[in-house]
């Protein structure tokens, strides 16, 4: 009975999730109402840019520079855009530094072992470990800052965008 249970929730959830990402894809109206320099993943068939938010009307996309000029923007036809999303180069960056200090650690432990024959007793194995924890600390927050690798949430997809 209570598999029962777990499978109506989990059925639940899964029909929730298909109407929310439904309604987020068939809605150019969402980007529309996107505020102005909001900074976004723009991938379309003509290529992809990260930019900030300039305006939407029902057949285009502008996006540029921060300050909003002309130098530098970029105009979509709404038929080429494939999604639309946020960015987090925050939450980005703090999840980097997380898994950075993870792997470290976990390296550390893994490589540097202390050994019986060590002259120093532990304090070999100790400064390899901390080694690994400072390179993962500094690498971590750098690869997932530069890489955005938690985009933000979708505010535009195309349907037909899955198809190859």
């Excluded at 939450?91 to 202390?114: N, Q």
């Excluded at 690994?132 to 195309?158: K, Q, W």
Aim: proline fraction near 4%; charged fraction near 15%; aromatic fraction near 8%.
């Amino acid at each position: 009975m209570r598999n029962f249970f777990l499978a109506l929730i989990l059925c639940g959830s899964a029909v929730t999730l298909h109407a929310q990402t439904a309604a987020i894809a068939d809605s150019w109206s969402h980007l529309q109402a996107v505020p102005a320099h909001t900074h976004m993943h723009v991938s379309s068939d003509v290529g992809g840019t990260t930019c900030y938010f300039i305006a939407a009307d029902e057949q285009t996309l502008t996006c540029g520079h921060k300050d909003g000029g002309a130098k530098g923007q970029r105009i979509f036809q709404r038929a080429t855009v494939k999604s639309v999303k946020l960015t987090r180069y925050g939450w980005s960056t703090l999840g980097g530094l997380g898994i950075g200090i993870g792997t470290g650690a976990l390296v550390g432990v893994a490589v540097f072992r202390p050994t019986p024959n060590d002259w120093f007793g532990n304090l070999g194995s100790d400064i390899g470990r901390a080694f690994c924890i400072v390179v993962g600390t500094i690498a971590g927050p750098i690869v997932g800052g530069t890489t955005d690798m938690f985009r933000g949430p979708v505010v535009y997809r195309r349907l037909d965008a899955a198809k190859p």
